[in-house]
């Protein structure tokens, strides 16, 4: 079993699976970290953009006159000066609009001058003509054959990825999941059940804003400082709009204040870059304000999904039929990866012989939907651990029991044909999730009569981006001290400790001798991304890598310094040994010995691509969609307020399998903070977008969780062990957050019978359902086919 | 038009002509190069920017810094005492309260002020001093936790000294 594998495995670590602290917080509690927004650079120049007020307009005229004149002004461009699009799934975006708008806050013109005021004045000073054009904003409707056009020529776009793209319609992108036979799977089934979902904007919210810094040399090399989760997206994406060698854009990474996914591809920086073009050789800043941050940087994409499930009497999935639509608004951005990676994960980790789903992505006049930490997950799970318990009562059957029935066991697959044989901790997590809330027994009542208390569960699974790629250089001193050179971020989730942990634990040296290089795409390698909950895995797997080829270099070199062949030596702790004998060399013996006396330094190189199959376009199917499978379970319970539906969650327990926990304390750490998050997309949050424009872009209108809106939280580690991960591990990051919010909606109904299906759960909705459970009804609104 | 500012910032006399619509952010940032406060909103909403004036805790975002004048200015470089760690920001490596950081700084600008005023407060008190400081990484209860910790830490202290 798993579990025994990891037993035998503990306890022997040194640094593996200990809480060491972060060596990064030294420097970020006494101000000297510098984030994208601290840092400067000589001469540097300060944009500002101006951006459309409409959501769908033809831009008849752009007069950028009175801009260039004012005086402080180095350059105002517009889409005529950037003929370039951009895009990580679809290459369907300008770096400024260019002949019409399809989002309110799009870019229209920028401005680059001596100080932020000036660039503030000029942008002032730019008149545009607009003719505005019929609009869509609801995805259903966007569907519709007689729906506004807001692309009109997608088959002109270069398009990325296993999904279907329809030409003269706002769908960008379709995944297909087929499996079974769904038909026979509902004439089958005892009862089917269809239910519709939906889920909200939300808006990821870093509290650094997005930033960078461009500049342009005299050869046409770019260089680009930036607060970004993934450097490599950035070196490819303008390197190819650009039509210039990835060898010319050099992003130089800085601190990143909060990424949640916003900062893994290009935003903000085209149109600095495109500034830096035209101001000689003077490097341009641009970060944007907070109200840009929610009208013109991504957000979580909002969700309708309609989910079909047919069961037997005991709870038994047969079939599961899926549509699930994502409205992306004015250009695809991550859309049709975060539609397909949903719709990938959206029965659930649940064993379903039978399966059809349709996951589109459409294009409507709204701002733009993009990653955010789950990438797709969150919105699936919500659906269908939201009807799980739905189901459930309808069958008058326990939610845990009716989980039980359907959960993975290792040998299962899933949706998308793939057999679970390793790491499989789904039903770990629920056991663990209910002996660690007591879940038997009851939640303890409020002492007054209007608040009630109820107690819900939510399991998951979460895929990541499988196939991608982690590279890393570990270049070890003659001191035998190393640095590592890889391009994962630290973007708050504890990876460079995590990383130095794993890389002292391989090469047996003290974990004070690691240190990691920060990442610079000139001397760094190639990593996909920080995100996908991909990094410990990947780069983990990369260093060991790396690892195991730095100590055969020095076996190497060690081999003709003891007078033996190099199968006779051994690395161990810092030295190279005879094998069965006392005789050792130092790091410092070999290098010198081996290079002379003033030394060198020597690199082990180690690349890391997990095992994949190509999804069938038409089915979905593939034996291999994700690297692995993270599980979890969380139990909430909450208090109700039955006069003013207003809500609290008093406690959470999360228990999750991400494999072996490399550092229990940031891994306690990324729950923590995962389940707060989820806590605010279920109960505070949401942007809201009234024809197109976005009515409540701060911190004083669109309410983030503060340290009044807190549960208790209770972490708990199922340590399964994957045996394709660093030390048995997987990942986390992700996972955190989704099953918080069915958690509670399924809560809320154990309280009171209510059960709210669209996100977020507010009071009004809350005191609505309950008025109408006392006219009709406790579960009225579903459908009930072949009922016998 | 600039207007002569004098004022005590982080222990150091200074006078400077500042430019009248400068908030005491653009002055810390863009002129004095203190890079530790955080600059996130510019609204007055999010807390990243918080230093203190007078030992009150303000929204450097929000405050002219020529209304600085004749005060004493605390900003995230002053909190060391002695070249060392303030026993907040021990607190905050020790307890994982830190994670991308960006509201770190403000936290702990926050998170002293009560201390100054309130020695032994309860957890209660901790939440609601920080309530205007927002994090989206930790999910708080770790700041709470280090702060509380601080604050034992200090009474323990201060016991001791007597």
Redesign the interface.
């Given at each position: 079993m798993a579990d025994s594998a990891t037993r035998a495995e503990s306890g022997s670590f040194r640094y593996v699976g200990k809480p060491v602290t972060r060596g990064e917080s030294v420097d970020k509690v006494t101000g000297a970290w510098i984030y994208g927004t601290d840092f400067k650079t000589q001469g540097m120049l300060h944009a500002k953009v101006l951006r459309s007020p409409y959501p769908h307009a033809r831009i008849v005229s752009i007069e950028v006159g009175r801009a260039r004149q004012l005086k402080g002004v180095r350059a105002v461009i517009t889409g005529a000066d950037v003929p370039f699009r951009f895009g990580s799934a679809v290459q369907d975006e300008p770096f400024l609009a260019r002949g019409k708008v399809r989002f309110s806050g799009e870019a229209v013109a920028a401005v680059a001058a001596v100080n932020e005021e000036i660039a503030r004045e000029a942008i002032d000073l730019i008149d545009v003509e607009y003719d505005e054009l019929p609009a869509v904003f609801n995805s259903l409707q966007a569907m519709e054959a007689d729906a506004p056009l807001v692309h009109e020529d997608i088959e002109q776009y270069q398009i990325e990825g296993a999904f279907t793209s329809y030409p003269r319609t706002n769908i960008i992108s379709h995944t297909k999941i087929r499996r079974g036979d769904i038909e026979r799977g509902f004439d089958d089934s005892d009862f089917v059940y269809e239910d519709v979902f939906s889920t909200q904007y939300i808006h990821t919210c870093p509290m650094e804003p997005h930033n960078a810094v461009a500049q342009v040399g005299a050869d046409g090399g770019i260089t680009l400082w930036s607060s970004t989760q993934a450097p490599y997206n950035f070196v490819r994406d303008l390197g190819n709009a650009f039509g210039v060698p990835y060898n010319q854009v050099r992003v130089i990474c800085t601190g990143v204040g909060g990424g949640f996914g916003s900062k893994s591809y290009l935003r903000t920086e085209p149109l600095t870059v495109a500034l830096a073009m035209h101001t000689n050789g003077a490097p341009v800043r641009y970060a944007t304000t907070r109200d840009e941050e929610f009208t013109a940087c991504s957000s979580k994409h909002p969700t309708h999904l309609t989910f079909k499930t047919g069961v037997k009497k005991n709870g038994t999935i047969v079939a599961r039929k899926i549509t699930s639509v994502f409205n992306t608004g004015g250009y695809a951005d991550t859309g049709p990866l975060v539609s397909r990676n949903g719709a990938f994960s959206g029965t659930g980790p649940y064993r379903i012989p039978n399966v059809w789903i349709d996951s589109y992505c459409v294009y409507t006049n709204n701002p733009l939907g993009g990653a955010f930490r789950g990438f797709g997950v969150p919105q699936l799970t919500w659906a269908h651990e939201s009807q799980m318990d739905m189901i459930a009562h309808r069958l008058g059957i326990d939610p845990v029991e009716i989980r039980m029935r359907n959960l993975f066991d290792p040998g299962d697959s899933t949706c998308t044909g793939e057999v679970l044989d390793v790491s499989v901790g789904v039903k770990d997590t629920l056991r663990r999730a209910v002996e660690v809330s007591a879940y038997e027994k009851p939640v303890e009542p409020s002492r007054t009569s209007t608040l009630v208390r109820g107690r819900g569960l939510a399991t998951m699974h979460k895929l990541t981006n499988t196939p991608s790629t982690s590279n890393a250089i570990i270049k070890m001193h003659q001191d035998g001290s190393v640095n590592l050179l890889c391009s994962s971020l630290e973007i708050g989730q504890g990876i460079y400790t995590a990383l130095r942990q794993m890389v002292a634990e391989r090469l047996g040296i003290e974990i004070e001798h690691v240190r990691i290089s920060p990442p610079d795409t000139s001397y760094t390698p190639f990593d996909q991304s920080t995100s996908a909950s991909r990094s410990v895995f990947h780069m983990g797997n990369a260093m060991m890598r790396a690892a195991d080829n730095l100590t055969e270099k020095l076996c190497q070199m060690a081999a003709p310094l003891l007078e033996c062949s190099s199968d006779l030596v051994e690395y161990r702790e810092g030295a190279v040994w005879q094998k069965n004998s006392n005789t050792f060399l130092s790091t410092r013996d070999i290098i010198q010995g081996h290079f002379g006396p003033r030394g060198a330094t020597v690199q082990g190189d180690g690349s890391f691509t997990p095992p994949s199959a190509k999804p069938d376009k038409e089915t979905g199917q593939t034996p291999k969609a994700s690297a692995f499978w993270m599980y979890a379970t969380q139990v909430a319970d909450v208090e109700v307020d039955l006069e003013t539906g207003r809500i609290s969650v008093l406690r959470v327990v999360a228990a999750h399998d991400a494999g072996k926990i490399i550092n229990p304390n940031d891994a306690k750490g990324q729950i923590e903070g995962g389940v707060v998050q989820g806590v605010g997309a279920t109960l505070l949050e949401e942007m809201v977008v009234e024809d197109g424009i976005v009515t409540n872009p701060s911190f004083a209108e669109y309410k983030i969780p503060s340290a009044m809106d807190i549960p208790e939280i209770v972490p708990v580690f199922v340590e399964t062990h994957h045996t394709g991960g660093p030390y048995g591990a997987k990942g986390l990051g992700e996972p955190v957050l989704a099953p918080t919010s069915p958690a509670i909606a399924n809560a809320i109904f154990n309280a009171t019978g209510a059960r709210i299906t669209s996100l977020p759960i507010t009071p009004e909705k809350v005191l609505q359902a309950l008025r109408e459970n006392d006219s009709s009804q406790p579960t009225g609104g579903e459908t009930i086919e072949n009922q016998q | 038009m600039t207007q002569l500012l004098t004022l005590t910032l982080n222990g150091d006399e200074l006078e400077l002509e500042v430019p009248a619509n400068w908030t005491l952010l653009q002055l810390l940032?863009d002129e004095l190069?203190?890079?530790?406060?955080?600059?996130?909103?510019?609204?007055g909403?999010?807390g990243?920017c918080t230093v203190l004036v007078d030992g009150i805790p303000i929204r450097a975002c929000l405050q002219l810094a020529i209304r600085c004048v004749g005060k004493r200015v605390t900003?995230?470089?002053g909190?060391?005492v002695d070249g060392k760690?303030h026993h907040l920001?021990q607190a905050?490596?020790?307890a994982?309260a830190?994670?991308?950081?960006?509201?770190?700084?403000g936290m702990?600008m926050m998170a002293s002020a009560l201390l100054d005023e309130n020695p032994s407060p309860t957890a209660m008190q901790?939440?609601?001093a920080?309530?205007?400081?927002?994090?989206?990484?930790?999910?708080?209860?770790?700041?709470?936790d280090a702060v509380l910790a601080a604050a034992n830490d200090s009474l323990n202290i201060s016991e001791a000294s007597v």
């Open positions: - | 940032k190069e203190l890079i530790g406060t955080k600059d996130g909103c510019r609204q909403t999010c990243s900003t995230i470089e909190l060391k760690l920001q905050f490596i020790d994982g830190v994670q991308c950081g960006y509201c770190t700084p702990l901790v939440r609601e920080l309530a205007g400081n927002l994090c989206r990484c930790t999910g708080y209860n770790r700041i709470i």
